[in-house]
């Protein structure tokens, strides 16, 4: 078949993506029921993990850490910020702390704060359950689930579509094994020696070989996260934000292959992910309105978590399969419930739920996206990766917390 005539195929086969619209997000009014709506999903979600604790794998747990650092104040800057003579700049003070000045929005403020005081305790008490069901893996990336590990942008960034590769590799010799291993000896604890920081050269050549797609790319992209995440700036880390423009233009890539057939089940686990990956990166063009309305229609409205829909009808023909060879991988630690639940689908949703709410605080939506549109032109630099993050100021627009 053509390309031509596979993709008007997947145009006619796509079903109905949401069954609403949501309100233009550019009034106070449309902003306050978007919101909303999101906090909805995650009080369900929260109760999920609630009832599932026992059970939840570290994976899952990662997500509800990152909605932590979108839109709670963390202890330490309630500690630092100590009189109204030192207030905290907006940047730093997370979505609860920002609607609670406005009147409008007061009621999620407290909404917020509610979820916080029923979240915390239950993340504090996923430590007991992680040491029993996998000892080794919460020693290896317990740093991933402390609070204050996940920081949020300071600056947006935009996607550089000519990045894209002209063609992705097949997926079959990514080992998520090797892949922890590196992850593990960038965040300093393989062993009681290590240093954070560090990597071999297969590490290296790794977690930077072109053409990757799926859950490889995303892994990718987190091995560079964790550097900013640890302050790892030296060798191979002084081109992180090359190696993040790379690899989340190849993401975006991936995700509007998604949204092309349709959002089929097998491929919103990574798309998810991709927006939780590339929001934290700071990459704001993750945070469209039509993503948004599709993802809220996931959750599993009794049980509050994400996973495979009750009816599943999307058997799709081998044509459109194929596309989905891209998208799709069975994760190795993937914890899957009896009720069609999953653990990751879960933890990725919540995750860009809180992106979704920090980019509608953080700046006024525009062209359909929540947040300012206006890309900047290219310079040597974004081609180059000579540029750290750090010195993006003077070509993004500066809202939120710096890493």
Not at 252 to 269: F, H, K, S, V
């Amino acid at each position: 078949m053509s390309s031509m005539g596979l993709l008007l195929l997947l145009l006619l086969l796509a079903p109905p993506l949401w069954p609403f619209s949501l309100p233009p997000p550019d009034t106070p009014e449309g902003k306050a029921t978007i919101a909303s709506l999101i906090l909805s999903v995650l009080e369900r979600a929260t109760s999920f993990l609630k009832k599932r604790l026992p059970e939840i794998n570290l994976d899952g747990v990662v997500g509800f850490r990152v909605l932590e650092g979108c839109c709670f104040l963390s202890t330490w800057l309630v500690r630092w910020r100590v009189s109204e003579l030192c207030p905290l700049p907006v940047h730093l003070q997370g979505v609860q702390a920002q609607w609670a000045q406005d009147p409008q929005l007061q009621p999620l403020s407290l909404r917020l704060g509610k979820l916080q005081r029923k979240l915390a305790p239950l993340l504090h008490r996923t430590i007991v359950y992680l040491k029993l069901s996998d000892p080794e893996y919460l020693r290896e990336f317990q740093p991933t689930i402390q609070p204050g590990f996940w920081k949020l942008p300071r600056v947006w960034s935009h996607i550089n579509a000519s990045m894209v590769y002209p063609t992705f590799e097949a997926q079959d010799s990514f080992s998520e094994e090797q892949s922890d291993m590196c992850l593990a000896q960038l965040l300093g604890t393989r062993m009681a020696s290590s240093q954070p920081c560090r990597l071999s050269d297969s590490c290296s050549s790794l977690m930077t070989t072109p053409g990757c797609s799926g859950y490889c790319l995303s892994h990718q992209l987190l091995f560079f996260l964790f550097a900013r995440m640890k302050g790892c700036t030296n060798g191979l880390f002084h081109q992180s934000q090359h190696y993040m423009n790379l690899f989340c233009a190849n993401m975006m890539d991936l995700n509007q292959r998604a949204e092309a057939i349709g959002y089929a089940y097998p491929t919103r686990d990574i798309f998810m992910e991709n927006i939780m990956f590339c929001g934290i990166g700071g990459f704001s063009d993750f945070y469209k309105l039509r993503w948004l309305e599709a993802i809220l229609t996931w959750q599993k409205p009794q049980e509050g978590c994400f996973g495979r829909p009750d009816a599943e009808d999307e058997k799709l023909p081998k044509d459109i399969q194929h596309q989905q060879h891209y998208l799709i991988r069975v994760k190795r630690r993937e914890k899957q419930f009896a009720d069609g639940c999953s653990s990751h689908n879960t933890a990725t949703a919540v995750a860009a739920m809180g992106g979704f709410l920090y980019a509608l605080a953080q700046s006024p939506p525009a062209n359909g996206e929540l947040r300012q549109a206006t890309p900047a032109p290219p310079t040597a630099a974004d081609m180059d990766g000579s540029m750290p993050a750090i010195h993006q100021e003077n070509k993004t627009h500066a809202f939120g917390p710096s890493f």
